[in-house]
């Protein structure tokens, strides 16, 4: 199943079962934000479609936004906690074993800019597979780590969700305003 496909099955179940949205949306961001299944599953797109479908349902922003939030925090402390317990033996698991480059960029990352790095990767694919099983990895001080992705975590939940709403917003905008005059 392609990504696209992936994503509009869950909208469309979401926008018909709303009481699923923040469990569903919880699943989702975690598994966004852990390690290895981010890069089997990506799932932000699945999450800006149901931003959008806020505009027009009943789905209320802040429970789905919790639950993102935690969700992508969880998934970034679960991964921080396997590199803190698997250190360099990770290596030798996939995708570092095949792609070494994800975990020394990812290092190097956090070698620059320190904790500021776990809030700057959450905002990008590779570096958010990667940066907190790195963080684990080089030991980086526990309440730092859990300060940054915790913040970037419903930042970039909000961030997500929002994209979605926004993008609906203007596309029925352009609609209503624009492409609607035009075909008439």
């Not at 290895?36 to 505009?55: D, N, Q, T, Y």
């Not at 906690?81 to 996939?94: E, Q, V, Y």
Request: charged share 15%; aromatic share 14%; glycine share 8%.
């Amino acid at each position: 199943m392609s990504l696209e496909e992936f994503s509009r099955q869950v909208i469309e179940f979401v926008r018909v079962h709303e009481a699923w949205a923040a469990p569903i949306v919880f699943a989702l961001a975690f598994a966004e934000s852990l390690a290895f299944v981010s890069l089997i599953l990506p799932s932000w797109a699945a999450l800006v479609g149901i931003g959008a479908l806020m505009k027009g349902s009943g789905l209320e922003l802040v429970p789905v936004w919790l639950a993102a939030g935690i969700g992508a925090a969880l998934g970034d402390w679960l991964s921080y906690w396997i590199g803190a317990k698997c250190k360099r033996s990770i290596i030798r698991a996939w995708p570092f074993s095949r792609y070494p480059d994800l975990l020394r960029r990812a290092e190097a990352f956090i070698k620059r800019w320190g904790v500021p790095a776990i809030f700057i990767g959450r905002f990008s694919g590779p570096l958010r597979a990667s940066v907190p099983i790195a963080a684990g990895i080089l030991n980086m001080s526990y309440w730092p780590f859990q300060l940054a992705n915790f913040s970037s975590a419903f930042v970039w939940a909000a961030v997500l969700l929002m994209l979605g709403d926004v993008g609906a917003t203007i596309t029925t905008w352009l609609w209503d305003h624009v492409l609607a005059k035009l075909w008439t």
